[in-house]
């Protein structure tokens, strides 16, 4: 059973930076595909990064240049570096992983692991 705990969300003003880390145990982490998603009260989740574990990235287009997210395999963690914030990225963000075929998926619905959730309040 993989769990996943996420931590480093906050409060900060538009324009800053939070990273988002995601400790993950129970599964072989360097062969799960993981990513972050986000959701607001009202809407669908949506996602945000996804990394392979071939290390190939892909961004959700409102993120592109401004977030980063990477994997460190011996440590077991999935970041998220977010820059220049604005109040539109305000949202629980979570992390998810899953196994693949392939090593890479973007699709929500592959995603069989997910955390709790971590608050990014972003105000103008």
């Known amino acids: 059973q993989v769990q996943l705990s996420e931590s480093g969300g906050g409060s900060v003003q538009a324009g800053g930076s939070l990273r988002l880390s995601c400790s993950v145990s129970?599964?072989?982490?360097?062969?799960?595909?993981v990513a972050w998603f986000r959701q607001t009260p009202g809407k669908e989740r949506e996602g945000v990064a996804f990394?392979?574990?071939?290390?190939?990235?892909s961004y959700a287009d409102s993120v592109k240049g401004r977030f980063i997210i990477s994997r460190d395999n011996t440590q077991n963690t999935l970041y998220l570096q977010m820059n220049s914030l604005k109040p539109e990225d305000t949202a629980m963000y979570f992390c998810?992983?899953?196994?693949?075929?392939?090593?890479?998926?973007?699709?929500?619905?592959?995603?069989?692991?997910w955390g709790q959730g971590t608050q990014v309040t972003v105000s103008s």
């Open positions: 129970g599964g072989t982490y360097r062969s799960l595909c």
């Open positions: 998810a992983a899953t196994y693949i075929f392939g090593g890479f998926t973007t699709d929500l619905r592959m995603y069989r692991n």
């Open positions: 990394i392979g574990t071939e290390s190939r990235t």
